[in-house]
């Protein structure tokens, strides 16, 4: 659960995904009678603002013209404050690039006093945070998996227990520090100050999957534009993390190349009769479109079926590189049997059909939980990470400050110790 809203003015948040298809910024109040709610949150929030703009300047979830994203998150930013009126100063951002890595491992402190302590936790966090950005690695998400005293398992908090050793199984996400560097300096060109990292999978599963999937062990495939994002949490705890440089836009390549037809138009093909179910009648079922380099005007037909010709083994050779990094984890068999696809390129019809006979699996297509009572536009699983981003920064639960300065790190993240304990999205 998160933390009470403590009484007083409503506490205003500001989220921002600046995805390789498209940047979304969300400004939510959290309110006691808030109308909305996301699957393992105690607060409920009213939804402000919304404000989404085509992606410009980015590749693969990667900034390659800082100057072309800047004016699409300004655009963004300035849509969402105006339909809120409320001007932001700060925000909690996704982070999807970096070439996320993924570990798990054991941090351990001595109990100089005999009883564990605020400060004991703190040195094992510390610790734990040093060990990750070993390498010049950037963390950018840390989050409890267990806690041991003297090698037994220590409950949820220990403090003021007898122990001679206290031992913390964590989880650390880390990144290439210059994407990240870059994705934080895009946000300052806009005048924002960074409250937070949130890895991208992680915001994304909250929305997407209920308390009891995460509880049980799940899977959960993001397939974004140009990044395909993996979850896999086991006992609710986030325990393995992917990021696939392959995503819908790959498929609309496919389609371009395939059908050789102008990006833009198979971009529109894709939206409008992407499948990949085959019926009998989808041999029949033509539409038309221009050629690549033709005169306006002329014309070519194809059918439904030919396109989900084009696009299966696409979608095929996507779940493989999914199947292959699980293995390679070891994480595979704590997940369970539930897979849920999310992000934009999972709205193609038959997909998740596809997905569960290639994994053998029990696949579902989710955006946020229609109990959340969000506005329209949010539900679409295109806007999970974004909307995942309002439960992760609310809890902060494995939140990691914007900032490697190190104080801030450990007053802001590591420091809180008793919410650290306390409170999770569980």
């Not at 607060?43 to 989404?52: E, K, N, Q």
């Not at 072309?68 to 655009?75: C, G, L």
């Not at 992680?202 to 993001?222: N, W």
């Amino acid at each position: 659960m998160m933390l009470p809203v403590r009484a007083g003015p409503p506490r205003i948040l500001g989220l921002l995904d600046v995805g390789t298809a498209k940047v979304a910024c969300l400004i939510v109040s959290l309110e006691p009678r808030g109308p909305s709610i996301l699957p393992g949150m105690a607060t409920p929030f009213r939804v402000l603002g919304i404000g989404h703009q085509r992606s410009r300047g980015l590749k693969a979830g990667v900034i390659t013209d800082i100057e072309e994203a800047e004016v699409a998150v300004r655009a963004a930013v300035d849509q969402a404050e105006q339909m809120a009126g409320v001007t932001l100063e700060e925000v909690y951002v996704s982070v999807a690039c970096g070439r996320l890595r993924s570990e798990v491992f054991a941090a351990n402190a001595d109990v100089v006093s005999g009883r564990v302590g605020d400060d004991d936790i703190a040195r094992v966090l510390d610790g734990g945070r040093a060990y990750a950005e070993r390498d010049g690695r950037m963390l950018v998400h840390m989050n409890r998996i267990g806690l041991r005293l003297d090698g037994a398992p220590g409950g949820g908090d220990p403090r003021g227990l007898a122990a001679h050793r206290l031992t913390a199984d964590l989880h650390a996400v880390t990144a290439d520090d210059a994407p990240v560097r870059n994705l934080l300096l895009l946000v300052e060109r806009c005048h924002l100050g960074v409250a937070g990292m949130v890895v991208s999978p992680y915001a994304s599963a909250l929305a997407a999957t209920s308390v009891e999937e995460r509880r049980l062990g799940v899977t959960v495939l993001d397939i974004g534009s140009g990044v395909t994002s993996v979850a896999v949490f086991a006992d609710s705890a986030l325990i393995h993390v992917e990021a696939i440089p392959v995503g819908g836009s790959h498929m609309t390549y496919d389609i371009a190349r395939g059908l050789q037809a102008p990006l833009a138009e198979a971009e529109r093909i894709k939206a409008l009769y992407g499948t990949m179910a085959v019926a009998p009648s989808d041999e029949h079922e033509a539409f038309s479109y221009p050629l690549a380099g033709e005169d306006e005007g002329i014309m070519h037909q194809t059918t439904k079926a030919r396109l989900a010709e084009i696009l299966r083994p696409r979608v095929a050779s996507l779940v493989g590189l999914v199947r292959e990094r699980l293995a390679g984890s070891g994480m595979a068999d704590f997940a369970g049997d539930r897979v849920v696809l999310t992000g934009g390129a999972s709205q193609l019809v038959g997909i998740g059909e596809q997905v569960a006979n290639l994994l053998q699996r029990r696949v579902r297509v989710s955006g946020a939980d229609a109990a959340a009572a969000l506005p329209a536009g949010l539900m679409s699983p295109s806007f999970a990470t974004v909307t995942g981003l309002v439960a992760a920064a609310a809890a902060g639960e494995g939140l990691v400050a914007g900032q490697r300065d190190r104080a801030k790190l450990v007053h802001g993240y590591l420091g809180r110790v008793g919410q650290w304990l306390r409170y999770g999205l569980e």
